[in-house]
């Protein structure tokens, strides 16, 4: 089964959340993690990751927190989810460039890879402002289900 892992949920519900309130200079991860009751030790790593990768501003201080570095438009569901699980494959052999012992006579690797860049522009198609205009009380849809929701 394809299946997003939680930090990659979790990055993706957090990312829109911060895009669902523009009035928000910075939220902190604990707003983050309360708004949708995500453990919120795990949420600090995933917004740290996050940050490291360019995609939030960390501020420190009182009024601290973080805040989407780019316009929610500019952020798709693929960087996301790369940021946090790294390059997306739905089998192992597309990876690099070693061969199995299986090359001459697979049949698959090239129709999966074809499978896997069709999933990877779906997700690099739906943008975090995509995910937030699509209406759901906090708690109630996971972003995981709403890219699958969005791209049907």
Not at 13 to 37: F, I, Q, R, V
Not at 63 to 73: E, I, K, Q
Request: charged share 20%; proline share 5%.
């Amino acid at each position: 089964m394809l299946k997003l892992t939680k930090k990659a949920d979790y990055g993706l519900m957090a990312l829109t959340y911060l895009a669902e309130h523009p009035e928000m200079p910075a939220l902190s991860a604990k707003d983050l993690a309360d708004a949708y009751g995500i453990p919120p030790q795990l949420l600090a790593k995933v917004l740290q990751r996050l940050t490291r990768t360019g995609l939030l501003h960390s501020h420190a201080g009182m009024n601290g927190g973080y805040a989407l570095a780019r316009d929610a438009r500019q952020i798709s569901a693929y960087e996301v989810i790369h940021s946090i699980d790294g390059p997306f494959f739905i089998t192992s052999c597309i990876k690099g460039t070693k061969s199995c012992d299986l090359t001459t006579s697979c049949t698959i690797k090239e129709p999966l890879a074809r499978v896997n860049d069709t999933i990877a522009g779906v997700l690099k198609s739906i943008s975090i402002q995509d995910l937030a205009e699509h209406e759901h009380p906090p708690g109630q849809v996971r972003a995981g289900d709403a890219l699958v929701a969005l791209a049907l």
